[in-house]
Every structure is written in structure tokens, then in C-alpha cells.
């Protein structure tokens, strides 16, 4: 085994002396001086109208109001995957919230009178909020253009409905696997939608400046992905990449929600009407949640198979999701859960439809897991019945069917490497799997569940990345990548990287956020790909370095390049043990020779990445014939819980989670993932539970009716695991492991209370309400689904 | 405007304020103090906890005149000269990820370990828990904070 | 987020001055003292005062204390000064108990009780304990002081019985002459802070005295006045709480909202009473879970 220095090694994180010093700027924090203006927007109460007239000259006349801007003044679409969301909403709204106008002001308070002056008259039109309801014929068409839309080729909308995409997976033959099957179960699971709930709210300050460029500041996952739509979007004024630079301090919390591009795109529109003023569009708590994304809610189909001795035979499964009117990037969770829906198993027969439905609640899209937590509730609660109902144990049913390397899944690609068994053991082993207790109280009882997962980054084909790292004159280094710092650490594992081929110490290294003026390329902070794809460029452009280096040393002292090596800061020669030369003696200014000139040059390193295996060119009606993604993380978590049979109420006495990381290259880092993510995971499953009125208005969003766990509410003992069956093509063997940690935590709660209590809760949020009032209504189903409150 | 003076990191400062301005605004917008932060704006989440007279109040729900006359400590202050042993022990446990709670976190923090120098874990859970975290699952926090005591014992 | 609405701001030194201003600005004025539900409901334009009256700086609405069995809190004791107090945790532990379901720390180190009592919303966890204990709310106005008890404070959500231009001073509780155990049980959607979702505060008293008051299942605070009838003078036995249980959906007249349903705060009513009359007879004596102690 290879002896590692700095990978593999749980070094403090880089960024966290600026953080708990409040050093840490984000973007509210910076200065933009006296000439900063405020926007406030102008939303539709409907959540389905047509826009008759807008009368801004109230506003426009108070003093301090700088300029009121609509739709009219920017007619342009934008959107990740499809072309079909507006700046400002232009003839017609559809929902409540939607951004129709806004005004800019010298301070936020007039910004806010001003605003109410604004003048909307509305025509109303039928809303539709349940996605079964919108595929209905006769259901109104909320998007009447949407065969005109621009998308990327592996979308497949239906003009005239409200389908915007539909996946379509077919494997083998699915009515032959269920002939074959002695036990069939089907069953219909649903899940609401949920909010990302980053402590930072969405902020962009746009500005103009008088020579005509344009900057955005922004809290970001994406900043060349926004400058990328913002100047396609912008193009008609005149502006092209060049003109525009995104910068990205640090970003409290993204989660999916800061992918993309959602309200920044109003700071840089109203940015263009007020040159040499910045404009300053921040998000309120209430907007955080009805005006970014949100999750998308789905109705689940599912019907498996199987034989007596467990095989699976067949899978078929239908999702109906709710993207809300916006789609350009919830279309893509749609189709990415929709490829990898089976969930870790080797299944020959698989028939998979996922729909992705426009209704008139707020937009959806990209949420930590990007639809993998959705499906793994359903698929794991699924499998979990199907091996009570033949009698035999859960565990051993996973171990049984859980995929291996080399297996085709559902689209027929191979399996990677990967340590689904060695994940099930662990988890098993540590949550003493197969071992009943017994509550001391007789009002409670304990169970148990478990829960297999996967997910792979979802990504165009092409995705690539890039870093350069530059020496200074002491040494140190300065690596500049695109990624974000999201908070998982990536800061941190881009320096361990470098540090490990030039062996620089990690006090050395800076690594420096996102700014597209000086940072290379990279697509987004998404998918959780970082470590996996912008190790490897960082890497490539350390190996570079470390090639420049030896081109100096052989030309300074002759020594074959082959035989030289870094250690500890020192360029080192297999043949000359005793020569050794320090780094910083030369990497800016060179090495001095006998005449008195110089070899060498300023070291720097350049290195870039992108999968040239993958391939979104699969069969329309079958998804088969293509490899869109490039490997799947594996994993497994369980769970103790005690459930109070009177008042349903749920503790938590232990939770396990093994995640498969390849390699960890920092495993501290991976073990606060697991223990964040399986609590973010938690909280949807047991409480986090979004309500909207019957006119499709959000009825909590902040945090006193919203609730996210505080510190009492974390698990008794929460036991990450890490198991590290290396990927290939991986830095070190390293793959991407952040999402993930959320997923199984839905299934494995909903799977322990049943166990617990005889209970199959089908609907989550799975609440004490919910438990309570099926033991004392006798019921030992609950279909219950509540997200949307009848008055 | 009123003039309102108070002490703000022990140092005097004065401020030009109005009666509806807030204390979040007036300590980030006009005396530079961004370790604030703004998160939710009704008291619900903490991050924007600062001391008041050496307890830990939501600044987004305090009105800046109120405080004429008042100690107010954020974590620049904390931060100006040696950091503390908390804020060391966040440093050693990288207990925050995104970091945009931490400074409502430290403060609150701060009073706990100011009021209760040897808490249990359930006291640091109860006396945080008004402080939110997104990101990480609050046990890389509550291992800094039991740990603070651990090591200024070991100083001793 | 700005306030945008704009008012005067007093803070007089004495209580003539408060009472003045009030007389001055009538319904527009409103006394600040935490601020924690003011300042929001301002902030979100639910409230739109003239005037702005903290009354932080009155100093003899600081007080807390115990004289003669009585304690005396102060409009302008928090819930961290009573959470800390050596003698609300002794002597008024019933109270103590449910004044640390409020909030949180960075809230209740501003929040104060009579700020509490005064907002009058339906789930006031203070509610419970003020009305068992039958605590006398002192308030002052032009007029001259005057007692009003706990029982008759609360009109409806958010309106209680102070007059125009009247200030609460000092709420006071009695320590009741036999011996006693209490208990408040909360029913939120986890363990940390929450509205309740129903509110259940018990009082024994030795000789089968049981004082019961809800909050969160109705318009107000409110004594649960069947089910003493029906648990007074009688020992505790299981069957007595059955029968009492059976009473909850007289008694109590819960809504659906977001935070839960009407039906299952009715069913954990019943699992609340049962916990709570066993906990409150059980600590008359020193047994049972300590105070604090989460009972459901």
C-alpha cells in the first residue's frame, strides 16, 4: 500500500480560522460604498394570472427611487437545461412569489414603500398544483409555448401539456421478470417538497460599471455557470463572457439550493439599467423559500418481483414530479433519479417513467441527493416489505441482490468498483442487525431499519474543470480553482492534493474561492464531484509543477529528471544522496550556474479534467446505449429508534452510516458529512414538513413553523463509517461521497417504525402525528400525504 | 437621528440613529461589524447573537437605540488579540462547515462557557440550541465546546 | 429586513412617566421591554405604533423577589433571570418547569414575563402555571393600581385586561400553603424550540386538590374546569384518570393549523394529562421525574 503524507490524513480545515474569527467575508459582508442601491421586488399574489397592465409612475415619483424596472425591459429567457424561466415574469405568472417587477432605491426602505405603489392588474387563471392533476387532459397548459423552448437533446417535453421531460428506461422485459416472479408487491409512496434552508439567504450585488463591464458578486455554487447563463441571457444588450465576471466569496450553505442560477440573474438585469451603481438584491427568509428552488415533491409507483429465494426479477416503477412553472433545472433530477431509480441492485427487468410535471407551486430543482433521497424512500421501503413478506432478512436480501462491480445497471452500463457488501456488514455488525430489543418503558418500543444507497454525479457528459497553482518566494502555494467551498471541506482536500505531489506542508497552501476573472474554468459545485474531478486537475497541475522542477534542476546540475524526487520541501536525487536543493531556493528566481546566469522560471502549473467516457446518447425509449454518468458512490446506514406508541414521538438511539469515499483524503471531513448529512436527512423524514394553502401559497416559511433540528435534537450516538474500495480514476483513488450522506436516512426511519411498531408509514414526513394517530386508529398503513392543507 | 453612545468592543463609539433602525443594520452597516450575520430576522436562529451586557441577544430583533448606554462584545472583539480557547478548539475540531453560523455560535458559546465553565453535553445542547446549523449535525460543535474545559484543565 | 414604519421613541425613568405617555398616546403606544414579539410584529407591519416606550430603564420593574410566601417578579424579569433564580427552582418549581420550554437562551435573556403575558397568544406557556397558581397581576395606570388575577386576564388570542394607559408592573405568585407538586407538559414537534402545540399545566395539592389549565387548545389560557370538578377530592387511581381523559374533548377546543391536527392534539391531550397528574401527585412528595425532566 502506498505511503501517503497529507491524503488520508484528517488535517484541519483551511478556511476555519477565517470563520471562527469572522474574518470569513460573504457577500453581504463586503463594501460597496455610498452608491450601493437596494431593490425590492414586486411579486404576484396569484399563483396563476395573466399580467393585464403595471403602473410604476407612483414609485417612479418618490424621491429616492432610482429607477423601476419589469418584465418589458428584459424579454429574455434563461435556464441550466431548458430555456423556460423569465428575469420578470412577462404576460403571465405562475406562482405566488414570482419576481414581476422591481425598484431600485438609494436605501432599502424606500425600496420598500416604493414598491407597494406599484400598480399590477391581474387576470386569473386556473392554477394546478397536483402533478397527477396536471397531466390530466383537460388540466390547464401553464406553459402554452413550451415546444418552442430551447433544451439539451436527452429532454423531452410534450408541447401542449405540462410535461416538460419525460425519461423512459427500458431493460430487458419487465412483464416476462414479473411471469417469473413468485412474489409481486405494489404500492404507491409519496414525498412532499422540502426547503434547503441555508442559514445565508440568496444574495447578488450586480454592477455596471462605466466602461461596461459587469460584476456580480454572489453566493453561488456556480459562478462560471451564472456568468455563463447570465451572458447568454444578457446577449441581446451587447454583452459577451469577457464582459462579465462572477465573484464568489464564501457562501453560507448551498445544498443544491445556490446551483444554477435562480434570483442573481435579477441583480445582474437590474445591474444593466443603473450603470456605476451596485445594486443589491437579497433575499428575505420568506423569499428563501418560495423564490429559489425548493425539492421537488413526487408520487412514486413502484412494482417489484421476485423469486422465492429473494432474486429480483422485475422492477417497474412510474414518477410523476412536481417541478413547480420552472423546470430548466428540476428536469435533470428528474431524468438523473430517473436512470438510477432502481436504487444498488442488479435487476435484469426494468421498466422505469419518470415525468416531470409544471404546476403552479413555486419552482423546484436541485436539492442535496438531486432525487436519489426520493427514491431511495420509496425503493428502500419498498424492498424492505418485499423481504419481510417472503420471509427473509433484509439485510441478507441487499447482501443478495446488491449490485457488483461489472454489473450492467438499469441503462445498461457496467458497475464500478465499489463496497455496497462491505457497507451492509459494517452497518449491520454496528447497529447489532438481527438482534430484537426491548423498551424498559412499556409505552415504547424499539425497532430498527436499513437501507442500501447510491448516487452518482449528475452532470452533462462533458463536464470538465480546471486549476492552476502558482509557487511564492518562500515556497508557499496559491491554488486557484472554480469550485466552491460549500462548507464540505473542498478548500481543505484541493491543498492535501497538491501537498501530496510537491510536499508542501498544508500551512503553506491557500487555496482561493471563485472568481472567473482569475480562476480557471470549473461547471458548478454540484453532484458532488469536487473532490473526484477538481482533485484530478489539481493534481494534474501539481504533477506539471513537479515535471517544471526537474526540467530546472537538469538544467542547472545535469541530473537525470529520473532520478529526482520532492520530500519535504527539497528537491532530492536517488543518485546524488547528498544533494538536496529547498524549494523555495529557486521556484520564483531560479538556480544561479558556474557563468553566472540562471536556469529555472516562476513555477506555475496548469491542469484540467474531463471524463472522455461518458455519453448522453442513449435510446429515447429506452435510456439504453449511452453512459451518462461516470461512477456511483455506494453506501448503507441503519438505525435504532425508540417510538413513544402514545404520543408517536420518535428518539433516536443510535444511526450508522458507511459511505464508500474510495479513498478518503481527509477523513474527518468525511465523517462530519455523514453525521451533517444523515441529520439534514433526518429532519425530513421526522419533521421537516412544508405546507402550502389551497390557492398554492406557502403557509410556513421561516424557521418557527419550518423546523430544521437544533442541537437537541441530534441522534444519541450517531457512528459514521468509511469504506474505501479505490475508483480508478479517482485522485488517490477518491470519490465523491457529500449528497449521499442524506439519502438513506427517509427509508431506514421509515423501515424502523414498522419494525418498531407494525406501522408502514408511506408518506413522509413520517411525524409523531402520523405515528400516533395510526396505533390509535388501529391502522397499519398511512397513505396521509398533507403538504397541501384543505381548508 | 439620535445620538447614541455605547461600548462596543471596549472601545466607546457613538452612532447616528433612528428609532425603527436595527441593531443587526447598525452594528454591520455603519461600525463595520460583519462577523453579524443576517439569517432570519425574527429571533429564530441565532445567527446573529451578539453580547448584550455580556448575555447573548438576537440583534435582529433589538432596536439600535435601545442599546445607548450598553456593552455590546461581537467576535471581532473576541478576535482581536489572542483567540480564545473556544475559538482555538473550533480551529482543532473543524467543527464548522459553511461558517455562517459560527459567529452567532461563538458568542453563544462564549456566554455558556462565561456562565457554566464546565457544562455536560445535554447543558451545551441546551444552551446552544438556539443557535441553528445547516451543515453539521452540531456533534463537531458540541465536541469543541466539552473540549474547551478539557483543555484549560490540562493548562492548569 | 428594514423596519419601514416609522415612531417616536420614549424611555422614561419612572413609572409616572410611562403612565403619562400612555395617557398621551393611547391605543398608539406601545411599551417595550424585550422587544423579542414587538420588534417582529413592527418589523412584518402587524403592529403600527406611534410611540415606542422602554421601559428598561424603570428601575423597581427589575425586582425579583420572595417576601412572605409571595414571590414577586417585575415586568422587567426575563425568563433567563427566573430560570436562574435559586428560588423559582426551589420554591415555584412547577414554574420553573415550564418557563424553560420558552424559547431558547439568545430569546429568553430578553424576554421577559410580563411581555409574555401581555402578547396573550393562545400558546403562552406561561399561561398554565399563572392560572394554577392563581397568580395577581399588578398593573398601573392613571387611575391608581389595581390587582387583576391571573384567571381574569386573558380575553382572546393576543387581547388580555389591560386598559388603555395601563402597564403591568409585577405578576405575583403565591406559594400555596400545603404541600404541592406540579408539572407542565409540552407537546412541540421535537425537542427544540417550539409553540406548543398543546400546553398542559398541573398543580396538586395535597388533600386531592388538582388545578389543570390548557394552553394551545383554544382561544386563551384557560383553567380546565370539568375535569377539576370531576378529579377534586378524590385520590388519583387509574380509573379516575380514564375517566378523566374521557372529559378532554369538553374541556379543550384545539384547531388545525401547520403545526398539527385538531384530532391528535385531542388524542395527546389525553397521554399529556395521564403523565402529567401522575408526575404532579408523585413530586407532592418528593418522587416521581424531576422537574425538567421531559415527560413526553
Given at each position: 500500500m502506498e505511503e501517503f503524507k497529507f491524503i488520508g490524513k484528517s488535517v484541519k480545515r483551511l478556511d476555519e480560522r477565517e470563520k471562527v474569527t469572522g474574518a470569513a467575508k460573504y457577500v453581504d459582508d463586503i463594501e460597496f460604498g455610498p452608491n450601493l442601491l437596494y431593490a425590492e421586488i414586486i411579486e404576484s399574489p396569484h399563483p396563476h394570472a395573466l399580467i393585464k397592465s403595471i403602473d410604476t409612475s407612483e414609485a417612479e415619483k418618490m424621491e429616492g427611487v432610482v429607477k423601476v424596472v419589469t418584465g418589458k425591459d428584459f424579454p429574455y429567457k434563461f435556464g441550466l437545461y431548458m430555456k423556460d424561466r423569465y428575469i420578470f415574469a412577462q404576460d403571465r405568472v405562475r406562482f405566488i412569489g414570482e419576481q414581476v417587477a422591481a425598484v431600485i432605491a438609494r436605501d432599502p426602505r424606500t425600496a420598500q414603500k416604493a414598491a407597494k405603489l406599484v400598480k399590477v392588474e391581474y387576470e386569473p387563471l386556473q392554477p394546478v398544483f397536483d402533478p397527477i392533476e396536471a397531466l390530466k387532459e383537460d388540466a390547464v397548459v401553464i406553459h402554452p409555448d413550451l415546444k418552442n423552448y430551447p433544451h439539451v437533446p436527452w429532454f423531452f417535453p410534450k408541447g401542449g401539456t405540462n410535461i416538460t421531460h419525460r425519461l423512459k428506461l427500458r431493460k430487458g422485459n419487465a412483464e416476462k421478470g414479473f411471469k417469473d416472479a413468485d412474489f409481486i408487491l405494489e404500492d404507491t409512496y409519496r414525498v412532499p417538497r422540502y426547503a434547503h434552508c441555508c442559514l445565508e439567504t440568496h444574495i447578488a450585488v450586480g454592477l455596471l460599471d462605466y466602461s461596461g463591464r459587469l460584476t456580480v458578486w454572489a453566493s453561488t455554487q456556480s459562478p462560471y455557470t451564472q456568468r455563463n447563463l447570465f451572458a447568454d441571457a444578457l446577449a441581446p444588450l451587447g454583452f459577451s463572457h469577457k464582459d462579465i465576471r462572477v465573484i464568489a466569496p464564501f457562501v453560507g450553505g448551498g445544498f443544491g439550493g445556490k446551483a444554477g442560477v435562480t434570483m442573481e440573474i435579477v441583480a445582474a438585469a437590474l445591474a444593466t439599467t443603473v450603470k456605476g451603481h451596485p445594486v443589491k438584491v437579497m433575499w428575505r427568509r420568506d423569499q428563501e423559500f418560495y423564490n429559489t428552488y425548493m425539492r421537488q415533491q413526487v408520487v412514486t409507483k413502484i412494482k417489484v418481483g421476485v423469486k422465492k429465494d429473494g432474486t429480483i426479477t422485475a422492477f417497474e416503477m412510474a414518477n410523476y414530479w412536481?417541478?413547480?412553472?420552472?423546470?430548466?433545472?428540476?428536469a435533470n433530477v428528474v431524468n438523473a433519479s430517473g436512470l438510477s431509480a432502481t436504487g444498488p441492485y442488479r435487476i435484469p427487468n426494468v421498466s422505469i417513467d419518470s415525468y416531470c410535471i409544471y404546476t403552479n407551486l413555486p419552482a423546484a430543482g436541485p436539492y442535496r441527493g438531486f432525487g436519489y433521497s426520493e427514491m431511495s424512500f420509496s425503493v428502500e421501503s419498498h424492498m424492505t416489505r418485499i423481504a419481510n413478506a417472503i420471509g427473509m432478512d433484509q439485510a441478507e436480501f441487499r447482501r443478495k441482490n446488491g449490485i457488483k462491480e461489472g454489473d450492467p445497471v438499469a441503462y445498461g452500463a457496467p458497475m464500478n468498483p465499489n463496497g455496497l457488501l462491505e457497507a451492509i456488514d459494517k452497518v449491520a455488525d454496528e447497529i447489532e442487525w438481527g438482534k430484537k430489543e426491548e423498551s424498559k418503558d412499556p409505552n415504547k418500543a424499539i425497532g430498527k431499519g436499513l437501507s442500501i444507497f447510491w448516487k452518482a454525479p449528475a452532470m452533462p457528459p462533458n463536464v470538465t474543470t480546471s486549476a492552476f497553482i502558482k509557487f511564492n518566494e518562500d515556497g508557499s502555494l496559491n491554488i486557484l480553482v472554480s469550485g466552491m467551498e460549500l462548507g464540505q471541506g473542498y478548500l481543505t482536500v484541493m491543498a492535501q492534493v497538491a501537498a501530496e505531489i510537491l510536499t508542501v506542508p498544508i500551512e503553506k497552501i491557500r487555496v482561493e474561492l471563485p472568481d472567473t476573472d482569475r480562476n480557471p474554468y470549473h461547471w458548478?459545485?454540484?453532484?458532488?464531484h469536487v473532490t473526484w474531478a477538481s482533485g484530478n486537475a489539481v493534481k494534474r497541475a501539481a504533477l506539471e509543477m513537479r515535471d517544471k522542477i526537474f526540467e530546472v534542476i537538469h538544467a542547472a546540475y545535469h541530473y537525470d529528471k529520473d532520478s529526482l524526487y520532492l520530500e519535504d520541501e527539497k528537491v532530492k536525487c536517488k543518485l546524488h544522496p547528498s544533494f538536496e536543493l529547498p524549494l523555495k531556493d529557486f521556484v520564483i528566481n531560479g538556480i544561479q550556474t558556474e557563468d553566472g546566469t540562471y536556469r529555472g522560471e516562476a513555477i506555475v502549473g496548469s491542469g484540467a479534467f474531463m471524463p472522455?467516457?461518458?455519453?448522453?446518447?442513449?435510446?429515447?425509449?429506452?435510456?439504453?446505449?449511452?453512459?451518462?454518468?461516470?461512477h456511483y458512490t455506494v453506501g448503507a446506514g441503519a438505525v435504532k429508534i425508540e417510538v413513544d406508541k402514545q404520543t408517536g414521538k420518535i428518539r433516536i438511539l443510535k444511526a450508522v452510516e458507511a459511505v464508500d469515499a474510495g479513498k478518503a483524503i481527509n477523513p474527518r471531513n468525511v465523517e462530519h458529512q455523514i453525521i451533517g448529512g444523515l441529520l439534514q436527512g433526518l429532519a425530513t423524514v421526522l419533521y421537516e414538513d412544508m405546507r402550502f394553502d389551497e390557492n398554492g401559497k406557502i403557509l410556513n416559511p421561516n424557521f418557527t413553523d419550518y423546523k430544521i433540528p437544533t442541537f437537541l435534537d441530534i441522534p444519541d450516538e450517531v457512528v459514521p463509517i468509511i469504506v474505501e474500495v479505490p475508483q480508478p480514476d479517482g485522485p488517490f483513488g477518491a470519490r465523491g461521497i457529500a449528497e449521499h450522506t442524506?439519502?438513506?436516512?427517509a427509508p431506514i426511519i421509515a423501515n424502523a417504525v414498522e419494525d418498531a411498531i407494525g406501522v408502514r408509514v408511506k408518506t413522509m414526513p413520517i411525524t409523531a402525528e402520523k405515528i400516533a394517530m395510526a396505533i390509535a386508529n388501529n391502522k397499519k398503513e398511512v397513505n396521509d400525504f398533507l403538504m397541501i392543507m384543505k381548508k | 437621528m439620535k445620538k447614541i453612545s455605547f461600548i462596543l468592543n471596549g472601545e466607546k463609539r457613538n452612532a447616528y440613529v433612528e428609532p425603527n433602525d436595527l441593531l443587526v443594520d447598525v452594528l454591520r452597516e455603519k461600525l463595520g461589524m460583519h462577523s453579524i450575520k443576517y439569517a432570519c430576522g425574527r429571533g429564530d436562529c441565532g445567527a446573529c447573537t451578539i453580547l448584550l451586557n455580556g448575555k447573548g441577544v438576537r440583534s435582529c430583533i433589538i432596536l439600535a437605540i435601545e442599546v445607548d448606554g450598553q456593552e455590546i462584545l461581537t467576535l471581532e472583539g473576541l478576535s482581536e488579540n489572542k483567540l480564545t480557547s473556544l475559538q482555538e478548539s473550533f480551529i482543532d475540531h473543524s467543527s464548522f462547515q459553511c461558517g455562517f453560523c459560527a459567529p452567532g455560535m461563538i458568542m453563544s458559546a462564549t456566554e455558556l462557557l462565561n456562565k457554566n465553565p464546565n457544562p455536560t453535553e445535554e447543558e451545551v445542547k441546551e444552551g446552544l440550541s438556539g443557535n441553528l446549523c445547516r451543515c453539521t449535525g452540531y456533534t463537531p460543535i458540541i465536541e469543541a465546546v466539552l473540549d474547551v474545559e478539557k483543555k484549560d484543565v490540562d493548562k492548569k | 429586513m428594514a423596519i419601514v414604519h416609522e415612531f417616536e421613541y420614549f424611555r422614561p425613568e419612572k413609572i409616572e412617566d410611562v403612565i403619562k405617555l400612555l395617557g398621551e398616546y393611547k391605543s398608539k403606544a406601545r411599551l417595550l421591554a424585550g422587544g423579542t414579539d414587538l420588534v417582529v410584529r413592527i418589523k412584518d407591519e402587524l403592529e403600527f405604533p406611534e410611540a415606542v416606550i422602554n421601559i428598561k430603564e424603570v428601575e423597581e420593574l427589575r425586582k425579583l423577589e420572595f417576601i412572605e410566601g409571595k414571590l414577586h417578579i417585575g415586568a422587567l424579569v426575563t425568563f433567563t433571570d427566573l430560570i436562574d433564580s435559586d428560588i423559582v427552582r426551589e420554591q415555584f418549581p412547577f414554574f420553573w418547569e415550564s418557563v424553560k420550554t420558552i424559547a431558547s437562551v439568545g430569546v429568553r435573556n430578553r424576554a421577559t414575563l410580563a411581555g409574555n403575558i401581555c402578547s396573550a397568544v393562545p400558546s403562552l406557556d406561561s399561561g398554565p402555571a399563572l392560572l394554577t397558581y392563581e397568580a395577581d397581576i399588578v398593573v398601573m395606570g392613571k387611575e391608581g393600581e389595581r390587582v387583576i388575577s391571573a384567571l381574569d386576564w386573558f380575553l382572546g388570542p393576543r387581547k388580555n385586561a389591560l386598559k388603555e394607559s395601563e402597564l403591568v408592573c409585577e405578576i405575583i405568585f403565591s406559594l400555596p400553603e400545603r404541600k404541592h407538586g406540579g408539572s407542565y407538559v409540552k407537546l412541540g414537534r421535537y425537542k427544540g424550540e417550539d409553540l406548543a402545540q398543546v400546553g398542559l399545566g398541573i398543580l396538586a395539592l395535597e388533600g386531592n386538590e388538582y388545578r389543570l389549565a390548557f394552553c394551545a387548545v383554544g382561544p386563551i389560557p384557560k383553567r380546565a374546569k370539568k375535569l377539576e370538578a370531576l378529579l377534586n377530592g378524590k385520590p388519583l387511581t387509574d380509573s379516575l384518570i380514564e375517566e378523566a381523559k374521557k372529559l378532554i374533548p369538553e374541556e379543550i377546543s384545539p384547531i388545525t393549523d401547520v403545526r398539527a391536527t385538531k384530532e391528535y392534539r385531542l388524542h395527546v391531550a389525553k397521554v399529556m394529562l395521564e403523565r402529567g397528574i401522575k408526575a404532579a401527585v408523585e413530586r407532592i412528595d418528593g418522587n416521581g421525574p424531576a422537574y425538567g425532566e421531559k415527560l413526553i
Open positions: 412536481d417541478a413547480g412553472p420552472y423546470a430548466e433545472y428540476g458548478q459545485t454540484v453532484a458532488s472522455e467516457f461518458t455519453s448522453a446518447k442513449q435510446d429515447p425509449e429506452t435510456s439504453q446505449g449511452g453512459h451518462p454518468n461516470v442524506m439519502i438513506p436516512a | - | -
